[in-house]
């Protein structure tokens, strides 16, 4: 057992004006198991490319180990894995990484396979295997979710949790809750460390925005009243002073002394004021501002919109999937279940009347108005303007909702390649809220969303119903929106 501390940490990029980190301090244990949160943009992968010294900051950041990263860049991928696997931990023989993969539900003869074959899924828990066997080494997993079906995540998570010492930054909080020990939080204000899962932090975190909501209303109503009996107890003072120069005989002193003794009276309730004030101005510093999203879905005129009958998606002359039969109603948020390579996206992108081959009868309703949200994030290019030109969306709107996901107007200067794989992803979600449609067709929307943007779609899609057609591993989001699951 060890400790990393880091302090007075302050950071920004060369090209920024703010600090992403400023006088940052906290320490944590080498044995724990961290869940890393935070809204997108606040500096999480940025923070773990300080411990591994990939930038220069002020401050200190002290540590008895060694730090690795993942995901670990793979330079060839033509390689068998157990060349590769060497390369991530040269010490490990190969029994230990034949253990490593057994407890991650992974053949032994991937090791025996070029990298490349492997799919994501087995790509993303071999490199932990192997990660995990470096000796006195702390690692930092930077969302290893993105490649990770709703059973890999099982998997990984309950893998996760017979280890220790690392570093977890996910989105997903049933996954968090499953193998973390400690949480660590970027907040509005400062980064804190709290033992417990994500379920006990987001509690705990709940319950004081409650308390500081409280003491908030109270502080004001405080000032509120401190600023009345300090303009009375003025005026009252200036009323006794202008009584010293009457016509008639008075006693200056006695006048004079009463004068003072309200003017001390009034400094006091100033004084008062201002301790209230700064009291006030404690409080709700990390309060997340998730304003309420909106959405117009249109009502289809048939209670059928879409049917799936006997349908199978085929590539190179085989089916990747057995024939499935289903149909989407009117109000139905439907959730397509399944592993990696089920055919989950290929249902969804014959449903968009992309060009793949299937068999069977596919029959979308006539005038069916339709709104997607792909996978894919790389092609987007340009301003967020240009966008919303390109797609025929109210760009005022459009940057309203963005500003409600957590985007600040610096962002809206960028251009869209730079943005991180967070805002990418919101930027697309923007754009299917922008559009009036009978049936939402979501891609795995949350890859990369913060946890509080997801709970602000959990709660539009609760509120307006959208009729949904989805793929989504997030099994906490799923549970709170899905109607039906269709499993593949």
Known sequence: M??????????????????????????????????????????????????????????????????????????????????????????????????????????????????????NGEQTKVLLAALFLQDRHFLLIDEPTNHLDARGREIVSAYLKRKKGFILVSHDRCFLDGCVDHILSINRSKIEVQSGNFSSWFTNFERRQAFERGENEKRKKEIAELQKAARRTAGWSEQIEASKYGTS????????????????????????????????????????TAEELKLFPLTYVSDRLVTFAQVEPVYDGAGICGPVSFEIKRGERIVLDGRNGAGKTSLLKLLMKQPIAYRGTL???????????????????????????????????????????????VQFEKKMEDFSAGQKKKALLAKSLCEQAHLYVWDEPLNYIDIDSRIQIEQLIRKFSPTMIFVEHDQAFRNAVATRTISL
């Not at 180990?65 to 060349?83: G, H, I, L, N, Q």
């Not at 003072?260 to 006091?268: E, G, I, V």
């Open 2 to 119: 060890s400790l990393i501390r880091v302090e007075n940490l302050t950071f920004s990029y060369p090209s920024s004006y703010d600090n992403i980190f400023e006088e940052v301090s906290f320490q944590i244990d080498t044995d724990w198991k961290l869940g890393f949160i935070g809204r997108n943009g606040r500096g999480k992968t940025t923070f773990l490319h300080l411990l591994l010294g990939k930038y220069e900051y002020r401050g200190r950041i002290q540590a008895s180990v060694a730090f690795d990263y993942f995901p670990y860049p793979v330079s060839d991928k033509s390689r068998m894995t157990a060349e590769v696997l060497s390369e991530v931990c040269p010490q490990a023989e190969e029994w230990e990484l034949l253990r490593e993969m057994s407890g991650l539900e992974v053949s032994a003869e991937a090791l025996w396979r070029p990298f490349s074959t492997l799919s």
């Open 363 to 409: 029959t979308i309703g006539s005038g069916l108005i339709l709104s997607y949200v792909p996978q894919d994030t790389s092609g987007l290019r340009g301003l967020l303007s240009d966008f919303a030109a390109e797609h025929h969306i109210d760009e005022s709107l459009f940057k309203a909702i963005l500003r409600k996901m957590g985007f600040t107007r």
């Open 249 to 288: 005989p008075v006693d200056r002193g006695f006048i004079g002394h009463k004068s003072a003794k309200m003017m001390k009276r009034a400094k006091s309730i100033e004084a008062r004021r201002q301790r209230a004030a700064e009291e006030r101005a404690g409080l709700l510093q990390d309060a997340e």
